[in-house]
């Protein structure tokens, strides 16, 4: 009875947005891992509920995080169906040396900026101190690097999701919000699935 009962409590206190978040934030990339389409218009779905919730948990990077992803929501939808006339899809490419040494530099710099920017604009601001603000600066750069390459179907954007999953696992259990940490834990397994998935059709496009 005393198991039922913290699962009652458990369940109240989640909000219905954060559950959809967790359902359409799944559904959106397994659609990817799949290479399908209809990825996006889920993803733009999941990305303004949880805008809403990372603002209310003071994840203020990850907030920024998810305006982008939503904007880039947005053209990878028209991206992804810009395909050949002789191809179903857009066909899956490999990272180049240029783009890993620009993705590098990218997250080297933009980590400690915006870390301090969070802790220097929510002080003036009067907000609640940044939670975590230069492990999630670091993780919104890596994650802002994974988000575009998937755009531009890159394959290797499935092994930055997983690092920065397991990351977040940890950051989102510690906030006590659990839903949305094991929400990260799958998106861990599908992330690896997906980049299996992507290899093998990668190297059929090759033959």
């Not at 395909?83 to 620009?102: A, C, F, G, N, R």
């Not at 080297?108 to 940044?130: A, D, S």
Request: charged share 15%; proline share 4%; hydrophobic share 50%.
């Amino acid at each position: 009875m005393q198991i039922i009962y913290t699962l009652q409590q458990w369940w109240q206190h989640q909000t219905w947005q954060e559950l959809t978040g967790v359902v359409t934030g799944l559904a959106c990339v397994y659609l990817a891992a799949k290479n399908n389409i209809l990825n996006w218009p889920v993803a733009i779905i999941s990305t303004v509920l949880y805008i809403y919730i990372y603002h209310k948990a003071a994840l203020y990077a990850d907030m920024l995080q998810y305006v982008y992803l939503c904007l880039t929501s947005m053209y990878g939808w028209y991206n992804w169906s810009r395909h050949p006339e002789v191809e179903d899809k857009t066909p899956i490419v490999s990272i180049t040396p240029k783009q890993m040494l620009y993705a590098a530099v990218f997250v080297l710099i933009l980590t400690p900026v915006l870390g301090y920017t969070l802790i220097t604009f929510t002080q003036k601001l009067n907000y609640r101190p940044p939670a975590y603000p230069y492990i999630d600066s670091f993780c919104t750069a890596c994650s802002l690097i994974a988000q575009f390459f998937l755009t531009r179907k890159i394959i290797q954007n499935w092994l930055i999701w997983v690092f920065v999953d397991i990351i977040y696992t940890v950051i989102y259990f510690k906030k006590d919000l659990q839903i949305t940490a094991f929400m990260f834990f799958i998106l861990i397994i599908i992330a690896a699935l997906g980049y299996r998935d992507w290899k093998r059709e990668y190297k059929k496009q090759l033959y």
